[in-house]
């Protein structure tokens, strides 16, 4: 099992709400999910506090150190050690509990021609192969879907989803990540 992470912070820049999701390495598809809204950082809102809670996705409020807590021992259970994120090292810089976990990027796939064949040809990339701008989850994921009205929903749990997907659309195997591994 893989999980994919996504975290949103509020406007003092601490994590406000985590969303997870299990998968199967060879599929990518979502087996589990977990979503946490962090008591009290939510209340200090950030951008996307308006998305904190919708109405199909279970969530539940915990203070971070009960709500890391749980998310360990479900990792563990799960026997999940290597942990996936768009811009990992982002999320792993708020996240230092889960540092015994190999992490891994999966925007140093998605935004590079040599790996991202959605990538069109008129794009303007860099010598190494990536996309000089344009390579966030929205437009990677509008470029490899086919669908140019979807929109990030920023909501952690919903965005992991997301980044899963984008796994799967990009279409390599698990280990080919490995070039992506957060040192």
């Known amino acids: 099992m893989i999980a994919v992470i996504d975290t949103e912070t509020n406007w003092n820049n601490e994590m406000m709400s985590i969303g997870i999701v299990l998968s199967k390495e060879d599929d990518f598809r979502v087996t589990d999910q977990k979503y946490y809204i962090i008591d009290p950082e939510w209340r200090v809102c950030g951008l996307f506090s308006n ?42 810089g708020l996240l230092p509990e889960l540092s015994d976990y190999s992490w891994y990027d999966i925007m140093r796939l998605a935004a590079y021609r040599q790996f991202n064949k959605s990538i069109p040809e008129t794009a303007e990339c860099c010598k190494t192969g ?54």
Not at 70 to 86: D, M
């Open 51 to 92: 998305v904190l809670r919708i109405r199909d996705v279970k969530s539940e409020i915990a203070d971070r150190k009960t709500a890391l807590s749980e998310i360990s021992q479900w990792l563990s259970e799960n026997k999940v050690s290597r942990i996936f994120a768009y811009n990992a090292k982002f999320d792993q």
């Open 130 to 183: 990536r996309l000089k701008r344009n390579y966030g989850v929205e437009p990677i994921m509008r470029m490899l879907s086919g669908n140019y009205c979807y929109c990030e929903v920023h909501n952690a749990v919903r965005d992991a989803i997301d980044e899963l997907e984008i796994m799967r659309l990009l279409g390599h195997p698990v280990d080919t990540y490995e070039i992506a591994i957060i040192e």
